[in-house]
């Protein structure tokens, strides 16, 4: 640990951002960040303060909205509109080209479901 270069000691902490932009959970973040890095597992074993105040970083990091975080919400929101649009649309398909009479509604009974949890 003593001999870190300050150009490692760069990458280890643009690791915990990135940990961090790709974790929805701060303390599983944290974790992750730990694990890769020798160093920081050091720190973590030696100082037992280290952990906690780290974690209480991440979530203060993850209190702002981030582009990353905006990104993860929009995309998120994304997904489920276009899976009530494809459940809809499956949905009425079904209903034009099945003539199989209640069981064309049981099977569109299995895609409410779907539909209604986007």
Do not use: H
Request: proline share 3%; hydrophobic share 45%.
């Amino acid at each position: 640990m003593s001999s870190l270069s300050l150009n490692e000691a760069r990458i280890i902490g643009g690791g915990f951002r990135a940990c961090m932009a790709l974790s929805r959970d701060t303390n599983y973040a944290v974790d992750q960040w730990l694990d890769r890095y020798k160093a920081m597992q050091e720190i973590d074993r030696k100082y037992k303060w280290f952990r906690p105040m780290m974690e209480v970083v991440a979530k203060r990091l993850g209190e702002k909205n981030t582009p990353s975080f905006v990104f993860r919400i929009f995309v998120g929101a994304l997904f489920s509109v276009l899976n009530f649009v494809s459940c809809c649309i499956a949905i009425r398909q079904f209903l034009q080209v099945s003539k199989q009479g209640r069981w064309r509604y049981l099977a569109i009974g299995s895609l409410g479901p779907r539909a209604a949890r986007s």
